[in-house]
């Protein structure tokens, strides 16, 4: 096995708020039925299904809601390709898919006062991302201006931002240019 790189080495900003790259992740992307998934997630992961835009953590793993039929599991980035393996397993003679999507995918985490880290995000998405909306724990799918992204606020207070891997210097400007006192510092 290789250590993968990150996609963005070493990115980090310090404005507003702190945005950082956080490095290779494990992700598994769970499609199939909730009846089908529950009981080998929770066998296979320990970890149960979460209720929908829901984001559920046990140790160093989370489990996140991402649409009706499909889930995203986060583990250490050396555990993804067999936990994909013995989740596909599990899941053999269903109407599933397991699948590590960890190389495909690039996360951020942002830091600071709360205030700070919605009005960042704010700039970039037409999600709510109000307190009475978007409370810890809760996780939204959409868009940071014109790339895909998902994003959450964890029990730390940290911001965690995933997006694919092939827009990733454009997600970090955009969290740079939204995080900067002045609201931009250049294009990009």
Not at 103 to 114: C, H, P, V
Not at 140 to 152: C, D, E, G, T, V
Request: charged share 20%.
């Amino acid at each position: 096995m290789f250590d993968a790189p990150s996609a963005q080495p070493g990115a980090r900003y310090e404005g507003r708020v702190v945005v950082e790259d956080l490095g290779p992740q494990g992700m598994v992307t769970l499609r199939g039925d909730a009846d089908a998934l529950s009981g080998p997630v929770s066998d296979v992961a320990g970890i149960a299904l979460p209720d929908r835009l829901s984001i559920v953590a046990d140790g160093a793993r989370r489990l996140a809601w991402m649409s009706p039929d499909e889930f995203l599991l986060f583990c250490p980035y050396g555990d993804a390709a067999a936990l994909s393996a013995r989740m596909a397993e599990a899941l053999s003679g269903r109407h599933a898919l397991a699948v590590n999507v960890s190389d495909a995918r690039a996360s951020f985490r942002l830091s600071g006062e709360e205030a700070a880290l919605r009005e960042t995000l704010a700039k970039l998405t037409p999600a709510d991302v109000s307190p009475g909306a978007f409370a810890p724990g809760t996780i939204r799918r959409s868009r940071l201006s014109q790339a895909a992204a998902a994003f959450w606020l964890d029990a730390d207070g940290s911001l965690q931002v995933i997006c694919f891997r092939s827009v990733a210097d454009y997600v970090f400007a955009l969290l740079r240019n939204a995080a900067h006192p002045a609201g931009t510092v250049g294009y990009f």
